[in-house]
């Protein structure tokens, strides 16, 4: 079946700060990527899709100069958080997807970064 | 961002009530709608997809949608203690999946 991994599960970082996380396809070739943010007020948001091929798309708020994001191949994704502050707080979830648009996305069970 | 919202926030139904969970667009762009269920601490999982207008059912679930109105309701009949979870609603438009904040679902034995 189709499974997703991400690590680390769960993060501390510094103000100021960044770290990396990862996301890992498993039993199927992850065409694209989305990545979410679900916040500790527990709204849900879409970071930036990631399709092999084209341009990483990124919603509004939301810069490749802050979640800077590699998909190399079809199996891998990875995001950074650069300098991190309070209200980078949240469950990042990865979302993966044999294709984009109408196909269902296989999540992973999320990194949870929290900032002192 | 807020394409999709949800409605209610939290519902608390008996075991072997009716849950009715509610769902609109504010995108004229959408075009496929799903219906996932996170249980605390895990991963959204897929519950149910609808594409076209009408109803869809599966087991005690039942998904109806009007694209006219780009809404989409989630109905959980015979409820569960189990089935106490946050429900997200998810739509997509330009290829890309929004979710909305969810409706987090209580059944209580």
């Known amino acids: 079946g189709a499974l997703v991994y991400q690590y680390p599960r769960r993060t501390i970082c510094k103000s100021g700060t960044s770290m990396r996380m990862e996301c890992q396809a498993v039993g199927f070739q992850a065409t694209s990527v989305a990545w979410y943010r679900q916040s500790p007020q527990k709204t849900f948001e879409l970071i930036a899709l990631?399709?092999?091929?084209?341009?990483?798309?990124?919603e509004q708020n939301f810069t490749q100069e802050k979640f800077p994001i590699s998909h190399p191949n079809l199996s891998f994704s990875s995001m950074t958080v650069l300098n991190a502050y309070l209200e980078d707080r949240g469950l990042y979830l990865c979302?993966?997807?044999?294709?984009?648009?109408?196909?269902?996305?296989?999540f992973g069970a999320g990194t949870r970064l929290s900032v002192l | 961002q807020q394409k999709v919202q949800q409605s209610p926030e939290s519902l608390i139904v008996p075991e072997g009530g009716m849950a009715s969970l509610n769902c609109t667009s504010s995108?004229?762009?959408?075009?496929y709608f799903w219906w996932y269920r996170q249980h605390s601490g895990k991963s959204p999982k897929m519950l149910m997809?609808?594409?076209?207008?009408g109803e869809k059912e599966e087991g005690r679930f039942t998904v109806h949608l009007n694209k006219a109105s780009l809404h989409t309701s989630l109905h959980i009949r015979d409820s569960q203690p189990s089935d106490s979870a946050l429900y997200l609603c998810a739509a997509s438009t330009d290829n890309r999946i929004f979710f909305g904040d969810g409706t987090q679902l209580v059944v209580k034995p």
């Open positions: 979302g993966a997807s044999p294709q984009g648009g109408q196909n269902t996305l296989y």
């Open positions: 995108d004229r762009n959408v075009d």
């Open positions: 997809s609808i594409f076209s207008n």
């Open positions: 990631s399709t092999v091929n084209s341009a990483i798309k990124y």
